[in-house]
């Protein structure tokens, strides 16, 4: 049951007992609850039920629990009235189609598979097509192309982020392939996956699964997938001159967050410290880049960057800004002419430049790069941090863990938008650059030059743009969110008061 399900309406409701002890056992729709009472005699038992066992910091586990009732027709009853409402839920999987990169994280995709997971699918009667993946891309590629999706309830990856990149790649190409629709056009509005994805982290970076359940653990996941949980997730396309590049979920950097992938990636020997390392390298080496940001502010939502609100389980600001079926179509059609009045421009010298299209919370950043970010609203939090000194740019990295505004600084700002473009200084035409010369003087056209010119040591005129991980292979890209274009077996992140009374139990 979601937290915003209405409380349903009663279905059964009698005095049952757990061992020697009475309770008030109650079926509504979708919710099993049961409540401690005074005692009474001789029970008739039933089988064991499963159900789900909410623990701390967002785990969820399998317990079973039987019940014993003193009259044999009640007791069929209750037995009847759950098979029936289990067999009413329309959501819950029946065929999953599975890859396990055997090579992800610490290489125990498959032991956690099998030791882990597949035991509960068994158990729920979930059948399973399981492909241990032979070489990078053949997830995606098997989707694109080769898998027999009308067979499937959902597809689950076992591994990382990388991982999970492949599929939705896999997943949203071929949507649109069969929706006949054209990938390399960044005005096209995609079609939404039908099919749920599932996470079961096995990768050395689990974010997204982090950012989705709350935890990284491969039963939790297993369990929101068998309960049939939905959560739907806006994706950025990302195009170079009408080309298609990659899509992206979280965070697309450049800059710092760009030039720190691309050195840790040659240090992948180091193991996950690389991250550490590369990060004060960069952090030392201080680079601006310089260049244009262009973007279309979102309109008519609710929520700003900076609020106190965070993204959680049913969250009502993805519910508002979320389009409703009928004006999506509408609403793309408006952004896509693009009103080019609402278009904004900046130019300047950044150290960083990101887009959160979540809030990227993860163990080690547990508020995230932007923490009021949403997972379905269908924007993104664009981050300027303008040169600024080291020192100025420490305060503001610190603040990433601290509960102190990360975006209360002159030289950051942070605009919710639904469409930005970046064009980097070394791509802008030459009559942009003549007018950089008269607006700047001279000494700027020589410090372009110096740039350009590596036997200088000076710094280098463009980064990298970090997307979800992997290195793009250009800098001038025109990123657009699409609302809404996947969905996760998930829930989003529970409040705590949800599952830290743990005195009523309840069969999710
Ligand atoms: N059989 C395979 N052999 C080699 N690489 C694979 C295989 N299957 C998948 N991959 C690739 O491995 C990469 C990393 O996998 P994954 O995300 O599961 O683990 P990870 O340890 O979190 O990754 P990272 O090293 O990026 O942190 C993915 O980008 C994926 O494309």
Same mark, same amino acid.
């Given at each position: ?29 979708? @919710? ?10 001789? #029970? ?56 396990? =990169?055997?090579? !992800? ?23 399973? $097509? ?21 067979? #499937?309830d959902g597809v689950v990856c076992v591994g990382g982020d990388g991982m999970f990149s492949e599929i939705v790649h896999g997943l949203i190409w071929r949507t649109q392939m069969d929706s006949s629709l054209d990938p390399n056009s960044p005005d096209e509005t995609l079609t939404s996956c039908s099919l749920r994805i599932g996470i079961i982290p096995a990768g050395s970076t689990d974010c997204i699964c982090f950012a989705t359940v709350g935890t990284n653990d491969p039963v939790t996941s ?16 990302? $195009?170079? =001159?009408?080309?298609?590049?990659? #899509?992206?979920?979280? @965070?697309? !950097? ?17 193991? *996950? ?26 309109? !008519? ?6 609020? %106190? ?10 519910? $508002? ?17 693009? =009103? ?20 990227? %919370? ?5 508020? !995230? ?6 997972? %379905? ?16 740019? @420490? ?28 064009? *980097?200084? $070394? ?7 003549? @007018? ?17 010119? *590596? ?54």
């Open positions: 049951m979601t937290p915003m399900d209405k409380p349903n309406r009663l279905l059964l409701l009698s005095e049952l007992r757990v061992r020697d002890t009475a309770y008030n056992v109650s079926l509504s729709r979708s @919710l099993l609850t049961w409540k401690r009472r005074a005692s009474s005699p001789v #029970y008739h038992p039933f089988r064991p039920m499963s159900y789900v066992e909410r623990c701390q910091q967002h785990r969820w586990r399998c317990a079973a629990v039987t019940f014993t009732c003193p009259d044999g027709g009640l007791c069929q009853s209750w037995v009847g009235a759950i098979a029936e409402q289990l067999a009413a839920i329309t959501s819950r999987p029946r065929r999953l189609l599975i890859y396990i =990169n055997p090579y !992800g994280g610490k290489r125990q995709g498959g032991r956690v598979y099998e030791q882990k997971v597949a035991p509960l699918f068994a158990q729920a009667a979930i059948s399973t $097509h399981v492909i241990v993946t032979e070489h990078a891309n053949h997830a995606r590629d098997h989707l694109r192309t080769d898998a027999e999706l009308k067979k #499937y297993a369990l929101h997938i068998i309960v049939g949980d939905s959560q739907p997730m806006d994706v950025c396309s990302i $195009h170079h =001159n009408n080309t298609f590049l990659r #899509y992206s979920v979280s @965070l697309l !950097g450049y800059g710092f967050y760009g030039d720190v992938l691309t050195d840790s990636e040659r240090k992948r020997w180091m193991g *996950p410290v690389r991250y550490d390392f590369s990060g004060l390298k960069m952090f030392l080496t201080h680079h601006y880049y310089e260049g244009t940001v262009s973007y279309l502010p979102a309109r !008519g939502v609710v929520g700003t960057p900076r609020d %106190a609100a965070r993204c959680r389980s049913g969250c009502v600001v993805c519910q $508002h800004n979320g389009p409703k079926p009928s004006e999506r179509a509408e609403k793309y059609e408006t952004d896509d002419c693009g =009103n080019d009045g609402d278009w904004r421009t900046i130019r300047g010298k950044f150290l960083a430049i990101n887009a959160a299209s979540m809030s990227c %919370a993860c163990p080690r950043s547990p508020k !995230g790069l932007s923490p009021a970010a949403h997972l %379905a609203d269908g924007t993104t939090d664009l981050i300027l941090v303008r040169k600024c000194s080291r020192f100025d740019f @420490l305060r503001h990295l610190l603040r990433h863990t601290n509960k102190e505004d990360q975006f209360d600084l002159n030289f950051v700002e942070v605009h919710r938008v639904v469409r930005f473009r970046f064009m *980097p200084r $070394h791509c802008q035409s030459d009559s942009d650059l003549e @007018l950089d010369l008269l607006e700047n003087g001279k000494r700027q056209i020589f410090g372009q030059i110096c740039r350009d010119h *590596p036997a200088c040591g000076c710094a280098p005129a463009y980064s990298s743009w970090n997307c979800d991980g992997e290195i793009l292979t250009h800098t001038a890209i025109d990123v657009r969110v699409h609302c809404r274009l996947i969905k996760l077996f998930a829930r989003g992140i529970e409040e705590p008061q949800v599952f830290e009374d743990l005195t009523n139990p309840c069969a999710i």
